[in-house]
């Protein structure tokens, strides 16, 4: 059995390049099994003694995952391809059997001892096609039938050129993902320049790519929108590749799939945080290079540092807000709590976090409050008599000298720092996880009539 390395012909925008290479020394299902450096790195013996990643599907927006793969046998849920041909489990590409094996390999062979065993090896793989349509149409597509057929995770280890919400097919589903407490990981881009789409969209966890010294790989694209970064060359992975049940590649797309196979360990061991929650351990959990340590930090190539799945499993990380660092229609579905849209009140009152406790008149549990006996409810109740008016005279009198007292110690308000009439300047809501909008160089395509291939 032969490790070859993946061609970049698969297409631009899969985020795994390298080139063939000839007389590719015999390697054994051991020898691949020794090659995934990574796991040697992350220490998975120790994590996969906490967390497997049991129950959580994690959904794949790919070129199909070859569901016969003896590392992937019994992982691959149906899925989904748009078209009806199947390509969802029988690919014609090894780009998605090669992250779904990141993500889910189980190994094979007496004791798993063999072939490929990725990061969450008691995951479940959810295949969506990602088919040759333009980002616009198939990715939202994708997340959205991923949210509705219950996934926690999406990996998407694909990209495009394209400004943080100049989609709004795209924002809208990611805005989806959010109300559904479903986190979406995506992969920075392979051309060395800005962090690519979907990645830059707000509420992505965005993914760059280090080598094994711990480097950023020199293609791994960058900006503030960049979260984490992890593993990303000489990574060996599932698929047909020149004839060979695996391959090696260099790329975000590998980042990718680790940060997402990470996010299912993360989701099984504490189902009850929302996604912005474990994107929170994820990023507070990863390693800091040397070269950064007491710099701030997110930084623009490494993010918060270079993902640590066993730290994100096992430190103390307070739990945060619900958005933890996503930001965008995370922030704004948190509000309710667990990742859910709020609750609506009626009338005037307004939410306040995880409490569901509304204030103002119009809120349902005031107004419940508002119907109990109060120690003075009978002196409301006019039942007639010369003394219940006297009562209420000497109320009113005691009502009347309150209120000129407190007119006597009113203190007029601070004047504000700007002209008479302008008011204070309304507050700017800027996206928190990335900069001013750049253009971006367009990925090169290999083939002829472009779009996602």
Avoid at 247 to 274: E, M, W
């Amino acid at each position: 059995m032969r490790l070859t390395r993946l061609a970049a012909a698969l297409g631009a925008t899969a985020l795994t390049a390298g080139t063939l290479f000839a007389g590719a020394p015999t390697a054994s299902a051991d020898q691949v099994r020794d090659a995934e450096w990574q796991n040697t790195y992350f220490g998975m013996d120790k994590a996969w003694s906490v967390s497997k990643g049991d129950g959580v599907i994690v959904a794949l927006i790919d070129s199909g995952v070859d569901a016969s793969h003896p590392d992937l046998a019994g992982s691959v849920l149906p899925g989904y391809d748009r078209s009806g041909s199947d390509k969802n489990t029988k690919p014609t590409d090894s780009h998605g059997t090669g992250m779904a094996s990141l993500i889910a390999g189980h190994g094979h062979g007496a004791g798993a001892a063999e072939g490929i065993m990725g990061i969450a090896p008691g995951a479940k793989i959810l295949p969506i096609y990602k088919g040759t349509a333009s980002k616009a149409d198939m990715v939202p597509e994708g997340i959205r039938w991923a949210v509705d057929h219950n996934a926690k995770v999406i990996n998407v280890s694909l990209a495009d050129a394209g400004r943080p919400g100049s989609d709004a097919k795209l924002t809208e589903a990611v805005a989806y993902a959010a109300q559904h407490d479903v986190l979406i990981v995506a992969g920075s881009g392979n051309d060395g320049t800005a962090v690519a789409s979907p990645a830059n969209e707000p509420g992505v966890l965005a993914v760059g790519a280090t080598d094994k010294a711990g480097t950023v790989w020199a293609r791994s694209n960058y900006g503030s929108s960049l979260l984490v970064t992890a593993p990303g060359t000489d990574i060996v992975g599932a698929g047909e590749c020149s004839g060979n049940q695996y391959c090696i590649a260099d790329g975000t797309s590998n980042s990718t799939a680790l940060v997402s196979g990470a996010a299912a360990l993360v989701r099984a061991k504490f189902p009850d945080l929302t996604a912005g929650q474990v994107a929170e351990r994820l990023v507070k959990s990863a390693k800091v290079p040397a070269a950064l340590q007491g710099a701030k930090l997110p930084d623009q190539h490494y993010g918060y540092g270079i993902l640590s799945p066993y730290d994100a499993l096992t430190k103390d990380i307070p739990v945060g807000p619900p958005q933890g660092p996503l930001g965008g229609p995370y922030a704004k579905s948190s509000a309710g709590g667990g990742g859910a849209t709020p609750a609506a009140t009626s009338g005037a009152g307004t939410g306040s976090g995880d409490s569901g406790v509304g204030t103002g008149s119009g809120d349902p549990g005031l107004q419940e409050m508002a119907k109990d006996d109060g120690p003075g409810a009978g002196l409301l109740v006019v039942a007639g008599g010369g003394a219940v008016v006297l009562l209420l005279l000497v109320l009113l009198v005691v009502v009347l000298v309150s209120r000129s007292w407190r007119r006597a110690r009113f203190v007029p308000p601070v004047p504000q720092p700007y002209p008479p009439g302008q008011g204070w300047p309304p507050v700017q809501q800027q996206p928190p996880y990335y900069g001013p909008p750049q253009q971006q160089t367009p990925y090169q395509q290999p083939h002829q009539g472009g779009g996602w291939q």
